[in-house]
């Protein structure tokens, strides 16, 4: 069997319940597929804040550099909202994706014709829907300097962040952006802000500068603003999606919500040295955590991807993904994309009949 080691960070709220399932998940897709997958559990976010006093201790980060994938839930809760910065379990995150050097955010947003009526948008607006974000994922205002609140000389406050991008940084996330689009619909939507800022006007610049080697893509550019008006007024317009850190947050998670549920949309974080990270686009969801109520689907899907793009298993990553529709096709929904006439489960369930599908 071939052997993969992949480090499991639960982290916070809905993410421990979410993980359990999508464990026995991939346990069950190791036996049909001949796989062997050793997982090591680390605690991230608030949970590593709890054990440890650090949101990333050093071990979690260097057990996910030594392994093969990592699949991560979500971090996060009131309970550490308050605590200085560094040791907030969002800072965890952002460390744990500048420390793989994670650059590249894929999130696929497609509308499955099963969650037609999940949308709180039209059918025949959201119909036939299916978009890739490629988010920016170490640079920008996340991560640009200076940062930090200081104290003027008038004795006020001043916060401060700073958008920034070099053009090396430009170059390596637009490059994955048309090589995306080449494989998909060939069209490649940049979004940026270059009307008012200058770091947008370089990354349009490059952007448009780098379409030259790749005819076969056509290529548009939309201000954000414009771009979150269009992606709920006619997404069918977009294949492909390029964009900042901050921009890509906001836009992924409006796409999300054409697809019925945020419960359903997993992404893939890569870069180019390190193991990739595989997390759903939502959080921790603190308001339904503990209640066996949140989607497991997002995470479940996450780990296809993983299989996909972080162990070269398209296969395994495909019969997931198919079980998913069957799922959804049998009639099972749980809160967040019920509608009338279906059969209402938790978290375990959803996973029990997922397993039951593939068995
Ligand atoms: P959220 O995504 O956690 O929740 C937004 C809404 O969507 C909530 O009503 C929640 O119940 C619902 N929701 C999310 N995932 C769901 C699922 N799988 N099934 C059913 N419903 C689901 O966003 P938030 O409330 O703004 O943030 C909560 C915490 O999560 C914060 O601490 C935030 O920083 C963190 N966060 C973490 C990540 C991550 O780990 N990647 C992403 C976003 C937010
Ligand atoms: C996401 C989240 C994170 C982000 C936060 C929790 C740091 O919203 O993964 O989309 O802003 O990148
Ligand atoms: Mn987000």
Redesign the pocket.
């Known amino acids: 069997a071939q052997n993969y080691r992949i480090t499991l960070l639960p982290?916070?709220?809905?993410?421990p319940e979410?993980m359990t399932v999508t464990v026995d998940v991939l346990k069950t897709i190791a036996k049909q597929y001949d796989l062997q997958f050793d997982f090591t559990s680390v605690p991230i976010?608030?949970a590593a804040i709890d054990e440890t006093g650090e949101p990333l201790p050093a071990k979690t980060l260097e057990t996910c550099r030594n392994s093969d994938a990592v699949l991560?839930?979500?971090?996060?809760?009131?309970k550490?909202?308050n605590l200085p910065r560094h040791q907030?379990?969002?800072t965890g995150?952002l460390g744990l994706r500048a420390g793989l050097s994670l650059f590249a955010n894929l999130r696929p947003a497609t509308i499955l014709p099963q969650l037609i009526d999940a949308s709180t948008l039209k059918p025949e607006v959201v119909k036939g829907v299916d978009i890739m974000v490629v988010r920016e994922l170490t640079g920008g205002i996340y991560f640009g300097q200076p940062k930090g609140v200081f104290a003027t000389e008038t004795g006020e406050q001043r916060g401060v962040n700073t958008m920034a991008y070099t053009d090396g940084e430009i170059d390596r996330i637009a490059k994955i952006g048309f090589e995306t689009a080449q494989k998909r619909g060939g069209k490649l939507c940049s979004v940026d802000k270059a009307n008012v800022l200058d770091v947008s006007q370089l990354w349009r610049d490059r952007v448009t500068q780098m379409s030259e080697q790749y005819s076969d893509v056509e290529l548009s550019h939309l201000y954000v603003d414009n771009a979150a008006m269009q992606l709920v007024r006619d997404p069918k317009q977009f294949d492909t999606i390029v964009t900042g850190n901050m921009f890509g947050d906001i836009l992924s998670?409006a796409a999300a919500m054409l697809t019925g549920?945020?419960?359903?949309l997993p992404s893939a974080s890569l870069g180019e040295n390190n193991p990739g990270v595989f997390?759903?686009?939502?959080?921790?969801?603190?308001?339904?955590a503990g209640q066996d109520?949140?989607?497991?689907?997002?995470?479940i899907l996450s780990a296809a991807m993983m299989l996909r793009y972080g162990l070269n298993q398209p296969q395994a990553a495909k019969r997931i993904e198919q079980a998913v529709l069957q799922v959804l096709d049998l009639g099972y929904r749980?809160?967040?994309?019920m509608s009338p006439g279906m059969k209402p489960v938790g978290?375990r369930g959803m996973g029990e009949i997922l397993i039951q599908v593939l068995e």
Do not use: F
């Not at 982290?11 to 993410?15: H, L, N, T, V």
């Not at 549920?261 to 359903?264: D, E, F, L, V």
């Not at 109520?293 to 995470?299: D, V």
């Open positions: 982290g916070d709220g809905i993410g979410i976010g608030g991560l839930a979500a971090i996060g809760g009131y550490w909202d907030r379990p969002e995150l998670d549920s945020i419960g359903m997390e759903p686009v939502h959080g921790s969801a603190p308001d339904i109520k949140a989607n497991p689907l997002a995470q749980t809160g967040d994309i978290c």
